[in-house]
T-cell receptor, first 109, second 114 residues
């Protein structure tokens, strides 16, 4: 079992829909990253958080440390949001980044 | 400037070639990382440099040789690679290593070994 699990693995949405991607982890963590990767492209950091909630534009990230769970929400989704969204945690014995397997999001016009 | 740059964007090399990947950041970060990413998989950590010294080598084969000539620059020297080494190579940097510091990633170099 992976230390960082994401769901769903694949998600197709219509433009304008509200989207939620979930991340659960089994290790103790110091912080959690949400990352975005467009096909064939590099990785962009969206958020790093260790408690509570952060908002940037149409993106909202929340984390519940007790439940070892984080969510990434996208409001008013747009085709340009189509990408792989990766949850990664600073955790485990070495405090290195541990990556989830990603969620492939396709937003259709 | 929150940018990490990587060159080249694409590289095709034969198994007997020697080539280098380059990564640069001007954010004053003292930790730099190399990751390897195969298609549809998450990145895998290869090396970590802290204050220009190699601090982590994740048992990477010696045909990959990292170098950090100064605090802004990170190279990855490639020699006698195998076709299975074809992947996206990502560089990242953070303010410091070993703690909770946001990592900034470059756009990657797409490497094909023929």
């Amino acid at each position: 079992k992976n230390e960082v699990e994401q769901s769903p693995q694949n998600l197709t949405a219509q433009e304008g829909e509200f989207i939620t991607i979930n991340c659960s982890y089994s290790v103790g963590i110091s912080a959690l990253h949400w990352l975005q990767q467009h096909p064939g492209g590099g990785i962009v950091s969206l958020f790093m958080l260790s408690s509570g909630k952060k908002k940037h534009g149409r993106l909202i990230a929340t984390i519940n440390i007790q439940e070892k769970h984080s969510s990434l929400h996208i409001t008013a989704s747009h085709p340009r949001d189509s990408a792989v969204y990766i949850c990664a945690v600073y955790g485990g014995a070495t405090n290195k980044l541990i990556f989830g397997t990603g969620t492939l999001l396709a937003v259709q016009p | 400037d929150t940018e990490v740059t990587q060159t080249p964007k694409h590289l095709v090399m034969g198994m007997t070639n020697k080539k280098s990947l380059k990564c640069e950041q001007h954010m004053g970060h003292r930790a730099m990382y190399w990751y390897k990413q195969k298609a549809k998989k998450p990145p895998e950590l290869m090396f970590v440099y802290s204050y220009e010294k190699l601090s982590i080598n994740e048992s990477v084969p010696s045909r990959f040789s990292p170098e950090c000539p100064n605090s802004s620059l990170l190279n990855l020297h490639l020699h006698a690679l195998q076709p299975e080494d074809s992947a996206l190579y990502l560089c990242a940097s953070s303010r410091l290593a070993g703690g909770v510091y946001e990592q900034y990633f470059g756009p990657g170099t797409r490497l094909t070994v023929t």
